[in-house]
């Protein structure tokens, strides 16, 4: 695909408003490129020179000048030259300087911003979807990937949210392929960091919110504080909350108490929500879902087994009516709608067992996935592969290994992505939560436990459902600071393949 490039712009024109020194020839600086790595800076370049978690790109300035750097914008305020500019909140102004760079790229495009603890993806990759099925192209930034049309993922995504360069590009990218509108996840690191400023939001979405990321945020109520900074600070003029869950209900609350110019809208189980669903099973135990709207009932049939993906499809369907868009068209279609890659994903074993590879990483997740699979599963055994990343949130290791003891009849704890902390010092968090060891085995080597489930399972009489989680869609695994080819659905096809 040809790489599309942003016209040049004088430096006075980025920069307006937002600096205040005086400082001679800034609209005779013009800029062709922008980037925060000094590897990719190339002629009549602005280079921003950031102080991050690892790197400090103040280190890194001479060599941005020497590969063609026009200026540098710091956030030292100890570096003096005529071509460095210092801005004390330069990572607040990043997404504003890039959005401006790329000529507002997002004003250009219908905006869905969608965070929440579990369900992001899902919700980004569906409200896609239902824009295909009614005629318009709606790119998306997910976890998994980033497509510019709704069709072809165009490349893998490293962050959950992109920087703001990246954002801004990718949102620039769309426009000139023609996209009407875009779909993408906000993280909580990606709200904390301000890689959203910059961007206009037309329907903020929540879709869930429970434990996890306090690695980072430290404490419940930063997390929380985190997510509400899509709703509070980047004023979006639609807002969908899901209340079935403490910050949904708190937003909410908040929202109408401020008077916000924003349209509020509810999603839940209960009935005194905008959209109030419940759901049955059907023989196959996949899902009938009735939803009201604010306008009447409507009835659809879903793809899959699990009510919390349901609700996210249901967010989403809430983000089209309430703005303006007829959906009538579309509710016989939804059966056929495609989840996420590794969202409770179905690998069937045989005719009586059956394995479910899903993304679920969190304790909320991985109960729910567990209680899906119990209730549409009835006399089964549940087996679950799990394990927890290294490097991250301790707090969530005991809480994971207390859920799966409890909602499963067989446990093998595992290696999820350990990075640089030592395997058995994960699990040994884990099994900090388990009740019951009786029906728990410890497999650090994620494909030996995998493979020794799926072989009990293809001895055991008795229906049997594997739900292997945490992973999901990734196709590697994280050891020692190295990314080695993995991938939990591959080594499920690999032994069926050998049987």
């Known amino acids: 695909m040809k790489k599309i490039s942003a016209k040049s712009i004088n430096l006075d024109v980025l920069l307006d408003g937002l600096y205040e020194e005086s400082f001679k020839g800034l609209n005779e600086i013009s800029i062709k490129g922008i980037s925060l790595d000094s590897r990719e800076i190339y002629e009549n370049f602005l280079f921003f020179a950031l102080k991050g978690e690892k790197l400090d790109g103040n280190d890194f300035i001479d060599e941005a000048f020497s590969r063609g ?3 540098v914008l710091t956030d030292s305020k100890h570096l003096k030259d005529s071509k460095i500019l210092y801005l004390p909140d330069l990572k607040e102004s990043l997404g504003i300087i890039s959005s401006r760079f790329y000529n ?3 004003q250009n495009l219908e905006t869905f911003c969608v965070t929440g603890t579990n369900g992001k993806t899902s919700c980004v990759e569906l409200i896609s979807q239902i824009a295909k099925l009614i ?4 790119g998306y930034i997910s976890t998994i990937g980033i497509s510019l049309d709704g069709k072809n993922i165009t490349k893998p995504s490293s962050l959950t949210t992109p920087n703001p360069i990246n954002l801004q590009r990718s949102f620039f990218e769309m426009v ?6 875009v779909a993408f996840e906000a993280s909580s690191h990606g709200l904390e960091q301000a890689r959203i400023a910059g961007t206009s939001i037309d329907t903020a979405i929540l879709t869930s919110f429970s434990h996890d990321h ?3 945020h430290k404490n419940f109520e930063s997390y929380k504080n985190a997510k509400k900074k899509l709703f509070t600070e980047l004023k979006p003029k639609n807002v969908i909350l899901n209340i079935d869950n403490i910050l949904g209900k708190e937003i909410y609350k908040e929202l109408i108490q401020n008077k916000e110019s924003c349209s509020v809208f509810t999603v839940s189980n209960s009935e005194e929500s905008d959209f109030y669903y419940s759901f049955s099973r059907k023989k196959d135990r996949k899902l009938n879902v009735a939803l009201n709207t604010p306008n009447k009932e409507i009835h659809f049939s879903l793809n899959t087994i699990s ?3 349901a609700s996210n499809v249901i967010c989403a369907i809430a983000s089209f009516i309430t703005r303006g868009f007829n959906l009538d ?7 056929d709608l495609d989840f996420p890659e590794g969202r409770m994903e179905l690998i069937p074993l045989s005719k009586k067992n059956n394995c479910f590879v899903d993304y679920a990483h969190t304790p909320e997740a991985l109960k729910s996935s567990l209680i899906e699979l119990k209730d549409a599963f009835k006399k089964t055994n549940i087996w679950c592969i799990f394990g927890c990343g290294g490097d991250r949130d301790k707090d969530k290791r005991p809480l994971m290994g207390e859920v799966a003891g409890e909602l499963s009849d067989f446990l093998i704890i595992t290696n999820d992505n350990p990075r640089t902390e030592n395997e058995m010092d994960i699990i040994n968090g884990v ?4 009740r019951n060891n009786l029906k728990v085995k410890i497999i650090p080597n994620r494909e030996k436990a995998i493979s020794f489930c799926l072989r009990e399972i293809e001895q055991n009489n008795e229906k049997n459902i594997l739900l292997i989680a945490g992973k999901g869609h990734e196709s590697y695994q994280d050891i020692s600071g190295r990314k080695l080819p993995f991938s939990d659905h591959e080594e499920v096809k690999k032994f069926l393949e050998s049987m």
């Open 69 to 71: 750097a026009s200026a």
């Open 104 to 106: 507002n790229p997002s």
């Open 135 to 138: 005629n318009l192209q709606c």
């Open 176 to 181: 000139h392929k023609d996209s009407k509108q």
């Open 214 to 216: 306090l690695d980072y």
């Open 307 to 309: 009510r919390p993906l």
């Open 329 to 335: 068209k579309v509710y016989p279609l939804l059966k």
């Open 431 to 434: 099994r900090q939560g388990l």
